[in-house]
């Protein structure tokens, strides 16, 4: 396929977070071209982001089920490759559904959906269509969180034996909800975000970076769940206690009311020889700790990083590479994918490096289990 891939968006209105950032990153290296959307809820306001994308105003929608319709019945040289859902929790599940029945392949946001029902038949979906589906769990396509990975599955700390992380945060310490603000009001709402606030915002993305790093999965949690701002209808703040798979244990920690907080996830991980420590705010530096010698710092694109790092790093170590580019890199292994995708050939997914499905349905019973377990006086809860 010797041409841009050519993308459509769900979401991302002007005044969005999230749908911005999207079209920076799948634009950074030059692989993929946004040629329509349907991009807002409010009327008015996906004309406006298509006038100010330049886009080609015939291809731009009032509603995501009319960009479908109507994109699947245009030429195959012309019609979207693959969306990128960026809606609200409660619209991820509606617009990646139509796009797979529609043959679209499908980037979705985090948590994967509203509930748990929801993944599972997203799930089956692309196992029936064999389309790609790729979740944007952000803080895996850093390259020191990928060295990371590597590191711990080429054995270099040891059996993982435990595991800290934490997503605090601090802007959700006021009622932000009742000043009118787009992002707070439907994050507290369990109508549009699920059954999780904080929880499933940004513990699902604490959860995955561990796993992701660490190669295990949380099996079972004890949890407690708090609504700390009075008047406000969905958890702002969580600690928990985790198990994985291999026996390791960890403390997960995500909050929204850590009053002066921006986005400090880090994490520790430490196996029988050592640890690690990584800091989303600094992600340039890695910390190693080691049980025989002193602590080695490692620094994004040095001569001594692996080639699986090197692969998604752009510029020169020293010239840092931040959030953008982190998410530039999923969909720079979701473009890889698309372009080796054959019908009827069913893709390894794993082979490319970016989130997808499976880790969308864990992470909703990872949610669901957080909130079964917080109301629970039982000590453990194990996951779906
Ligand atoms: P937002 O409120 O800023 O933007 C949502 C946009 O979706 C708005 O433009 C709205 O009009 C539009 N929209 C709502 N319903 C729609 C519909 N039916 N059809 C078309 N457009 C519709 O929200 P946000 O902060 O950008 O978050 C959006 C999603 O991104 C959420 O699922 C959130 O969890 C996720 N997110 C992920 C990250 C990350 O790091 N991966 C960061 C922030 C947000």
């Not at 909800?177 to 993305?205: C, F, V, Y």
């Not at 991980?269 to 700790?289: A, C, D, R, V």
């Not at 620094?299 to 982190?326: C, V, W």
């Not at 720079?332 to 997914?349: E, I, M, Q």
Request: hydrophobic letters at 35%; glycine letters at 10%; a neutral charge.
């Amino acid at each position: 396929m010797k041409r841009k891939l050519r993308m459509g968006m769900v979401g991302g209105g002007l005044t969005s977070f999230i749908g911005p950032v999207h079209r920076k990153a799948a634009g950074i290296d030059g692989e993929i071209e946004l040629v329509c959307g349907a991009f807002s809820i409010v009327p008015g306001e996906s004309k406006a982001t298509g006038d100010a994308l330049y886009l080609n105003p015939n291809r731009v929608y009032e509603t995501y089920q009319e960009m479908f319709e109507a994109e699947k019945k245009l030429p195959a040289d012309q019609r979207i490759d693959f969306v990128s859902v960026v809606t609200p929790n409660h619209v991820h599940f509606g617009p990646s559904k139509m796009a797979l029945e529609s043959g679209f392949h499908v980037v979705v946001e985090k948590p994967i959906s509203f509930n748990l029902d929801e993944a599972k038949e997203l799930q089956q979906l692309v196992s029936k269509t064999g389309l790609l589906l790729g979740l944007t769990h952000t803080y895996t396509g850093y390259p020191l969180v990928k060295e990371a990975r590597k590191m711990v599955a080429d054995g270099k700390f040891g059996k993982i034996r435990k595991v800290f992380v934490e997503y605090p945060q601090g802007w959700l310490s006021t009622l932000l909800e009742g000043t009118g603000n787009l992002q707070a009001s439907w994050r507290t709402d369990p109508k549009q975000s699920g059954m999780g606030g904080a929880i499933g915002d940004i513990g699902t993305h604490a959860a995955n970076l561990a796993e992701y790093i660490t190669g295990l999965k949380i099996t079972e949690v004890c949890a407690m769940l708090n609504t700390v701002v009075p008047g406000r209808l969905l958890d702002d703040d969580s600690s928990m206690l985790i198990k994985f798979d291999n026996g390791a244990s960890g403390v997960l920690m995500a909050t929204q009311v850590a009053a002066g907080e921006e986005n400090n996830l880090n994490i520790r991980i430490y196996g029988e020889k050592g640890g690690l420590e990584w800091k989303q705010e600094e992600p340039n530096s890695m910390i190693l700790k080691w049980l025989d010698r002193p602590k080695e710092i490692i620094r994004t694109g040095m001569g001594y990083i692996s080639q699986d790092a090197k692969n998604f790093t752009r510029t020169p170590a020293g010239h840092p590479e931040g959030y953008l580019e982190a998410f530039a890199n999923i969909y720079r292994a979701f473009t890889k994918a698309v372009r080796d995708y054959k019908p009827g050939v069913k893709l390894n997914t794993k082979d490319y490096d970016f989130p997808g499905v499976d880790d969308g349905v864990h992470g909703m019973s990872f949610v669901q289990t957080v909130v079964e377990s917080s109301k629970s006086n039982q000590k453990w809860t194990k996951l779906d």
